[in-house]
């Protein structure tokens, strides 16, 4: 798949979120992907939006568990949107500031699978972007049965729904 109006979206791929009790799922292929998808990203100059998320607990503002883990490859220039919310969209101007890019396209990547994946996803599809939720580049918390039962059903529940078109890692395709 290869659009010229696209955008990579990574989501709250934060440190706090691989600290907690339960694993993230497939951690490191989650992360190799993701890195994958940005590199050839910027390989073409594809726009990427990172998206950072604050909360009372496990990613609380200015603590370590708020910064993004440090196996992703962010650079200090990197253009990063802030929430609070399951949805980037409600709280800032991202939704404008992709309008004013012409881009039409989102390439959805990060975690938590079971909410702001799902909400940005759901979010994005209703504001009229084409949205492709990247299947083995989005997770959330549990083990082998259960954080594959969680991602699975959301791939399939979007999917199904018409919100979202999956993707594999290996057939995204980012156009000069």
């Given at each position: ?119 940005n996803s759901i979010a994005s599809h209703k504001l009229g972007y084409e949205v492709f ?44």
């Amino acid at each position: 798949m290869s659009l010229i109006y696209s955008a990579l979206i990574v989501i709250d791929v934060q440190l706090g979120l691989f600290t907690d009790k339960t694993p993230i799922y497939k951690e490191e292929e989650l992360i190799e992907n993701i890195n994958l998808l940005i590199d050839s990203a910027r390989s073409t100059n594809t726009l990427i939006v990172f998206i950072q998320h604050s909360n009372d607990t496990l990613l609380e503002k200015d603590s370590e568990g708020y910064n993004y883990h440090p196996d992703i490859h962010l650079q200090e220039d990197d253009l990063i949107y802030y929430k609070t919310k399951g949805s980037v969209f409600e709280e800032n101007d991202l939704h404008s500031f992709l309008q004013s890019k012409g881009i039409t396209t989102l390439f959805i990547t990060g975690l938590m699978t079971n909410a702001c994946i799902k909400n940005n996803s759901i979010a994005s599809h209703k504001l009229g972007y084409e949205v492709f939720l990247v299947q083995d580049a989005h997770s959330t918390c549990g083990d082998e049965k259960k954080g594959k039962k969680k991602v699975d059903g959301i791939n399939k529940k979007l999917s199904t729904e018409g919100i979202v078109e999956l993707i594999s890692t290996d057939d995204v395709s980012f156009s000069l």
